[in-house]
């Protein structure tokens, strides 16, 4: 489904990827370790198409993306890539099921449908009596599973996740690997995912090496 060609990066004068070369096939967990510096986000940054790749190419579906435009490259994003960071990035101002319509609303998706979807979703990951909570009250984990709530609403063709768990407590952090399984048994959602936990990433489909900017 995802195929990444020859994906070179550099900022300055540091070559943080050098080359990288990897296929990730629909319907499965694939997680990102390295050591700090390794080149992890850069990668997940390209994929996801936040950024563009000094050279090389990125494929969708066997379409190259790489050659988009920087609005095709906006609409692609909204409707085909959800994303989950390290730190949830919910709007404070907005309630529970207001944050994961946003997407949606983008994508011009009507109210109505929207907000089925967001229920939808909220209800499945646990958050039915949640729905109407600012992000200022709700617990670390729940903030989480909004987040992934948010990045699922489009039906996206993969969900990229950089360190989802980092900033939660071990319970937290057991019970989002658990939905991320979930989502990918009951669904077929494909996932990648950067961690520096080593359970997860031995649960995962793959485990995608990066040391100095190479796979290995």
Known sequence: MIKAQNIKKSFGNLEVLKGINIEIPKGKIYSIVGASGAG????????????????????????NISTFSEKEMATFRNQEIGFVFQFHHLLPEFSAIENVCIPAFIAKISKAK????????????????????????????EKQRVAVAR????????????EPSGNLDSANRDELHE???????DFGQT??????????????????????????
Not at 151 to 162: E, F, K, Q, R, T
Not at 194 to 215: C, E, L, N
């Open 151 to 162: 990045a699922l609403i489009n039906y996206p063709s993969v969900v990229l996740a950089d």
């Open 191 to 216: 996932f990648i995912i950067v961690t520096h936990d080593d359970k997860f990433a031995d649960r995962s489909d793959k485990i995608i090496h990066i040391k100095d900017g190479v796979i290995f």
């Open 179 to 185: 939905l991320l399984f979930k989502l990918r048994d």
């Open 40 to 63: 992890k986000t850069t990668l997940l940054q390209i994929l996801g198409t936040l950024s563009k790749p000094d050279s090389g190419d990125v494929f969708f579906n066997d379409k």
């Open 114 to 141: 929207a907000e089925k979807r967001a229920l939808e979703l909220l209800e499945y990951l646990g958050l039915t009596d949640r729905i109407e909570h600012k992000p200022s009250e709700l617990s670390g984990g």
